[in-house]
């Protein structure tokens, strides 16, 4: 199996990819601009990438690509569709950075509170102003609000604890009793969060449903000098409200992510937030620890070896959970050919198998076929493959019931 790695990747992992018999071409300096033709010339069976954009032209050039593996967690940097519509896989490898993005958070919540770049830059430049830096709120008693309760915001959470801070946390799939088992108050909507934090730090994935979470309405309820940290992905803050609060409200500001950042590791930079009082951020750099990348590519080498030996991906993000809208179950002998009498009468029919497994009874004597349907078969349908000799029995029933 060929693999193109078009990013920075730990040597430790290229070596166990060796060990492994995998043949790699490391190309870490690949830019989004040239991947398609690397892809064309290598013609790879998996692309790894970690902040190289994969674009719909590069999945289509690559003949023999059947899966990238995003050595990060994030994946909105790959066209999705353009990967499912070619029948590639994609998968990512989450929560292998989660502590190194918490550690980061910290330190940006930190630097607003003692506001320590500015102090440095004037110690540098030989000025000596205790009078001005002496004010600061302090972090102990006051409340962080945390904006998602993956692994990410769980930690974020953990290290909150040691600052004996309280807690607020706002998820899509926070319940009571979860938040109970993390100790953290839930609040019903994120403007209720927005209204109760002294800090915010904000850790969701970047997907239609968090553009611009993190908005006008948001900003007016954030407190008067509240802190606001984003190290998940620039696309769930508008930046033109961040500004507006920043310059009416005086909310300091910690940015790991900005609209418009290079898409490589090196390159010119301009954002408007920069030129603010009280705003201060790092190069995208979350996950960039040595114990994150040696844990992502343990992952990306733990799915690229499922992929090879069992054809499972683990991690995969772009399977549908819609998988039809029927299922038929068929015990039959065990025999050659059975299986395929049963699918030419389906594919007379028009009816599309979504998913399929065959069970195998102690013996080896006779089976159960379990087919998933994109719609539900006739009456005729279901006669048909009963008659034949080697159908043992035949059930149909809506996977609507099922899951109800």
Known sequence: MRILIADKFEQQGLNEFENRNFEVIFEPTTTADELPGRMKEVNPDVLVVRSTKVSGEAIRAGESLALVVRAGAGYNTIDIEAASMSGVFVANCPGRNALAVAELAWGLIICCDRRIPDQTRDLLAGTWNKKEYSKASGLAGRTIGVVGMGQIGQAVVDRARGFEMQVAAWSRSLRDEHAQSYGVTRCENIINLAKLSDVVSVHVAANEGTHHLINDKFIDAMREGAILIN???????????????IREKGIRVGLDVFDGE?????????????????????????????????????????????????GVVPNCVNQSE??????????????????????????????????????????????CARIQLGSTPSLTEVKAIESEETVLGVSIATLETIKG
């Open 231 to 245: 190290t998940s992905r620039s696309s769930v803050m508008d930046e033109a409200a961040v500004l507006r609060g």
């Open 262 to 310: 290079p898409g490589t590791g090196t390159g010119s930079f301009s954002n408007e937030l920069m030129n603010e009082p009280g705003v201060y951020g790092t190069h995208h750099v979350g996950a960039s620890t040595n114990q994150a990348q040696e844990a992502i590519a343990a992952e990306t080498i733990r799915i690229i070896s499922c992929h090879r030996d069992s």
């Open 322 to 367: 819609d998988r039809g809208s029927a299922l038929l179950t068929v015990r039959h002998r065990n025999k050659p050919g059975v299986l395929a009498k049963v699918f030419d009468i389906l594919s007379q029919a028009s009816l599309n198998v979504e998913e399929m497994e065959n069970l195998i009874y102690e013996g080896g004597e006779s089976a």
